[in-house]
């Protein structure tokens, strides 16, 4: 079983709409969490990060932690065609970074 | 400030010969990784380097090699390639804080026939 394990899609959804991106992970040692955004033939940059349990908002994203079912989600608003990428969630053990465990990624289309 | 620079962009090799991807960093962060994505399996962590002078096996590690040749440089070996090991290569460094999560370059594609 994969550390983390992320539907990969794909996805696509109309302009304006509400993305929903989910992953689960299986070891209860991870603390931080990140998603990754790739845009095609491109590296991966980091978008958004929490720490632990909660939730944390960065203009149209929000990203999403529940400890308690081992749950990460990432949820854009008004979702506009620029958005159309594959999103990586990712994880890292302890109270500090280093080697990160990645889910295989989920294609979103936006379309106008 | 480049942040990851990969070398070369792309490249064709046929089965059996070897090449290095090389990859340097300007942010001074500690560790560096070298990842593998192919279709539909995500990012596969093949190597990494916590700190200069250390290198650990990932998920993948086997057909490489790597050197951490200081803080700034990890290159990545391939001694006899394979067409298995047709890929896009991506390098990354980082930190310890959340801030120095890991940075990605722009990748190598490797084509082996």
């Known amino acids: 079983q994969k550390e983390v394990e992320q539907d990969p899609g794909p996805l696509s959804v109309p302009e304006g709409a509400i993305v929903s991106l989910n992953c689960t992970y299986s070891n209860s040692a991870f603390q931080y969490f990140m998603w990754y955004r790739q845009y095609s033939r491109k590296g991966p940059e980091l978008l958004m990060y929490t720490y632990s349990s909660g939730n944390k908002e960065d203009g149209r994203f929000t990203a999403q932690v529940d400890k308690s079912s081992k749950y990460i989600s990432l949820f854009i608003r008004d979702s506009q065609p620029s958005d159309s990428a594959t999103y990586l969630c990712?994880?890292?053990?302890?109270?500090?970074?280093?080697?990160?465990?990645f889910g295989r990624g989920t294609q979103l289309t936006v379309w106008p | 400030n480049a942040g990851v620079t990969q070398t070369p962009k792309f490249q064709v090799l046929k089965t059996g010969q070897s090449m290095t991807l090389q990859c340097a960093q300007d942010m001074n962060h500690n560790s560096m990784y070298w990842y593998r994505q192919d279709p539909g399996m995500g990012l596969r962590l093949i190597y990494y380097s916590a700190s200069e002078g250390t290198t650990d096996k990932g998920e993948v590690p086997n057909g490489y090699n790597v050197s951490r040749l200081n803080k700034r440089e990890f290159s990545l070996r391939l001694e006899s390639a394979a067409p298995s090991q047709t890929s896009v290569y991506f390098c990354?460094?980082?930190?310890?804080?959340?801030?120095?999560?890991?940075?990605f370059g722009p990748g190598t594609r490797l084509l082996v026939l």
């Open positions: 990354a460094s980082g930190g310890q804080t959340p801030q120095e999560t890991q940075y």
């Open positions: 990712a994880t890292s053990r302890g109270s500090t970074l280093g080697r990160l465990y």
